[in-house]
């Protein structure tokens, strides 16, 4: 019997997951015997992102041992992701001016959402300043941000560590040598965890559809199909013209990364795809040095599905409410959120929280997030599987601006997914 990639075995665990969800719908039991399951597959991963990305991040950048290079790689990093994310903002406030996803909206017939949780966490954002995000960046505890999982900080004190050690030269290498290990250890772990990937996102995707139904979508229909045919445009368009411009196909990148985005996509979580992407990104020419400093900082600043999905949403809730943005209101959003969404990635339900620390900027009212909150499952999917093809394209694009992209690699690679497609359709 062919043996069924992973891929078909996410896709799979995903419609049975919708299945059993729709019909149960309501039911509490669903939630109680699935939920475990999700959970513990969510945690497997998160287990291991902060070891994985300590080792990478030491040995990329020992490998390197200069502070300047490595600057020069974050400037340019910092001021990619910067170009990128306004650019989704864009896209998405002008996907909302011209499709009006929120007029004709009877907010009557729409059901509200609990947006309590998310309210602890806006006033925190609300004096977010870039400011800050520098200064958190520094950790005064080590040990306390790799058990928050505070990314920006373990990325700050790797670096720093990694410098020390090719600094001390022949007596570093047994800290490499260890460090190395730990990399090899936790990418074979991630293999085996990858196996129980179909049930958490049978069991994920389950309980939601349990809790919300089908039926949620229907009165929100315009906003989730315009959501997901700018995503697609963001990606194809504006992404696909950045990949060619650095001489890559969109496409092939789509190829490499099928797993990782039908996984994110069903899971809507990032941290779930993050050692896979290092690890591919790694095999397709990119540097580990690169590699391992692009992407999880991309966590952090290069959030493309989440900036757009933001603006998006902003527009359509004040189309909702009737209220008609002007231009330099619209700016003034922009530019909100240019600042709140970066350096926050760690935050629960970031999205959510942006919005309600922005949308009173403009004089949107904060409690229309309550009519979409039921749907933002479905419409956080996408967002997050636009945010792996950036990060993945932003450790393409930085390899490549700093010429150190390996061409005969990323064809030997290219070569070998294409067989093993060839080789499971045989």
Same mark, same amino acid.
């Given at each position: ?6 891929a ?13 969800? +729709? ?59 910067e ?23 009877d ?37 306390? +941000? ?7 900080a ?11 050690v ?34 958490g ?37 504006i ?6 411009l ?79 943005l ?44 309550a009519?979409?909150a ?53």
């Amino acid at each position: 019997m062919r043996k069924i990639g992973l891929a078909w075995q996410i896709l799979i665990g995903l419609a049975l997951g919708i299945a059993v969800g +729709a019909v149960f719908y309501g039911n509490p039991s669903v939630q109680e015997w699935l939920q475990p399951i999700g959970t513990i597959f969510i945690r497997l991963i998160k287990m291991i992102v902060v070891p994985i990305v300590i080792a990478s991040i030491v040995i990329g950048v020992a490998g390197v041992g200069d502070l300047k290079k490595l600057g020069k790689l974050g400037g340019k990093s910092l001021l990619y992701f910067e170009i990128i994310t306004t650019i989704a903002i864009l896209v998405g406030l002008l996907s909302a001016n011209i499709f009006k996803p929120g007029l004709g909206i009877d907010m009557s017939s729409l059901t509200k959402g609990d947006i309590g949780s998310y309210l602890s966490t806006t006033e925190e954002v609300q004096s977010h300043s870039m400011a800050d995000t520098f200064i958190n960046i520094v950790p005064t505890n080590i040990v306390d +941000a790799m058990a928050r999982g505070d990314m920006l900080a373990i990325i700050f004190f790797s670096v720093m560590f990694g410098l020390g050690v090719a600094a001390i030269g022949e007596r570093g290498k047994p800290v490499l040598a260890f460090f190395q290990g730990t990399a090899d250890a936790m990418f074979y772990m991630t293999n085996q965890i990858m196996k129980f990937a179909p049930f958490g996102v049978f069991a994920l995707i389950g309980v939601t559809v349990s809790k919300f139904g089908v039926s949620s979508l229907v009165p929100l229909s315009k906003l989730v199909l315009l959501t997901y045919g700018t995503m697609i445009f963001f990606v194809v368009v504006i992404l696909g013209i950045t990949a060619r411009l650095f001489g890559i196909n969109i496409f092939n990148l789509f190829r490499i990364l099928k797993d990782e985005l039908i996984l994110a996509y069903s899971t809507a979580s990032s941290e779930t795809v993050l050692p896979k992407l290092m690890e591919k990104m790694e095999k397709f020419g990119c540097p580990k040095a690169i590699t391992s400093f692009v992407i999880p900082t991309g966590y952090s600043f290069n959030l493309d599905g989440s900036t757009l999905y933001q603006a998006l949403a902003a527009i359509f809730i004040a189309q909702m409410y009737g209220i008609d943005l002007s231009i330099s209101q619209q700016l003034s959003l922009v530019l909100v959120l240019m600042v709140t969404s970066k350096g926050i990635a760690g935050v629960p339900g970031v999205s959510f929280v942006v919005l309600l620390a922005t949308l009173g900027t403009v004089g949107i009212p904060v409690e229309g997030l309550a009519f979409i909150a039921g749907i933002d499952r479905i419409l956080d999917m996408a967002r997050t599987a636009v945010n792996v093809v950036g990060n993945s394209l932003a450790a393409i694009v930085m390899s490549k601006w700093e010429k150190q992209f390996d061409e005969s690699k990323a064809a030997a690679y290219l070569n070998e997914i294409r067989g093993s497609e060839k080789t499971a359709e045989a």
